[in-house]
């Protein structure tokens, strides 16, 4: 299994940025995804989940109505779009295989002016 996370970056508050990634070695199709992220300091935290075939979708809190999931099986990808971007957001995102312990390297993403 790979999962390689892409779109990190340096952005202003209020700011978007769309990451990516990814996926190969399984059966993409199969599994629901999530993106999580990890500021410094502090724990892992779950972002945001995709079921199979992208027709359902869970946000964490901190982050509903400013962030989309969404997927492409075809070309066995999940992306997150960021928008509204606060310093808070300022973290490392991660996919993952959702009921997996099946992680990328990360994107970092910062946000600041």
């Known amino acids: 299994v790979q999962l390689v996370e892409s779109g990190g970056g340096l952005v202003q508050p209020g700011g978007s940025l769309r990451l990516s990634c990814a996926a190969s070695g399984f059966i993409f199709s199969s599994y629901y995804m999530n993106w999580y992220r990890q500021a410094p300091g502090k724990e892992r935290e779950w972002v945001a989940r995709v079921s199979s075939f992208g027709g359902n979708t869970w946000y964490a809190d901190s982050v509903k109505g400013r962030f989309t999931i969404s997927r492409d099986n075809g070309r066995n990808t999940v992306h997150l779009q960021m928008n509204s971007l606060k310093p808070d957001d300022t973290a490392v995102y991660y996919c993952?295989?959702?009921?997996?312990?099946?992680w990328g390297q990360g994107t970092q993403v910062t946000v600041s002016s």
């Open positions: 993952n295989v959702h009921g997996r312990a099946y």
